[in-house]
T-cell receptor
Framework: RKEVEQDPGPFNVPEGATVAFNCTYS??????FFWYRQDCRKEPKLLMS???SGNEDGRFTAQLNRASQYISLLIRDSKLSDSATYLC??????????FGTGTSLTVIP | EPEVTQTPSHQVTQMGQEVILRCVPI?????FYWYRQILGQKVEFLVS????????KSEIFDDQFSVERPDGSNFTLKIRSTKLEDSAMYFC??????????????FGPGTRLTVT
């Protein structure tokens, strides 16, 4: 059983498009949620935390649906620099982070 | 901006040898972590460390692995007798706040370990 599941993609979208990723988690006791991005052969970088009420950071919006056990990330007005793998991360208990396998995004000029 | 640093960037070792991977977490952070990522696979949690002791570890983190904070700045991962399947990118991470919603972790650039 996978703790965190993501559609691996790839998502290929034109510049300026809006794209959304979903992630589901299996454990209803999950406590905290994050989106990270990872460029090829680089370290994961924190993109944003996902708050219970949902939150926005510029072109990025994150939502949490506890009842259905999924989180989402919406990217508006996609830029070429948004091309990366987006990782869904969940803390179930303590400090152990569970990473999804990631969703690959390529923004095309 | 403060960052997590790791050395070396690439380590090649022979099967059965011991390796020590080094990390310098962000200075005011309190929680330290090691992860690994086998090429093409997901990031996997190994261990978390707080207040000079292991707070959690995964089933990957068996007796061949150990962690240490030998001084006020370094955080190390030791693999006692490396196996071929230990070949991976090893990431160190640190975080500051115990507040769940802001407990984002900041990752170092990784050490690529190749076991031959």
């Amino acid at each position: 059983r996978k703790e965190v599941e993501q559609d691996p993609g790839p998502f290929n979208v034109p510049e300026g498009a809006t794209v959304a990723f979903n992630c589901t988690y299996s454990n209803s006791a999950s406590q905290s949620f994050f989106w990270y991005r990872q460029d090829c052969r680089k370290e994961p970088k924190l993109l944003m935390s996902v708050y219970s009420s949902g939150n926005e950071d510029g072109r990025f919006t994150a939502q949490l649906n506890r009842a259905s056990q999924y989180i989402s990330l919406l990217i508006r007005d996609s830029k070429l620099s948004d091309s990366a793998t987006y990782l869904c991360v969940v803390i179930i208990t303590g400090n152990q982070f569970y990473f999804g396998t990631g969703t690959s995004l390529t923004v095309i000029p | 901006e403060p960052e997590v640093t790791q050395t070396p960037s690439h380590q090649v070792t022979q099967m059965g040898q011991e390796v020590i991977l080094r990390c310098v977490p962000i200075s005011n952070h309190l929680y330290f972590y090691w992860y690994r990522q086998i090429l093409g696979q997901k990031v996997e949690f190994l261990v978390s460390f707080y207040n000079n002791e292991i707070s959690e570890k995964s089933e990957i983190f068996d007796d061949q692995f150990s962690v240490e904070r030998p001084d006020g700045s370094n955080f190390t991962l030791k693999i006692r007798s490396t196996k071929l399947e230990d070949s991976a990118m090893y990431f160190c991470a640190s975080s500051h706040s115990p507040n769940r919603e802001t407990l984002g972790q900041y990752f170092g650039p990784g050490t690529r370990l190749t076991v031959t």
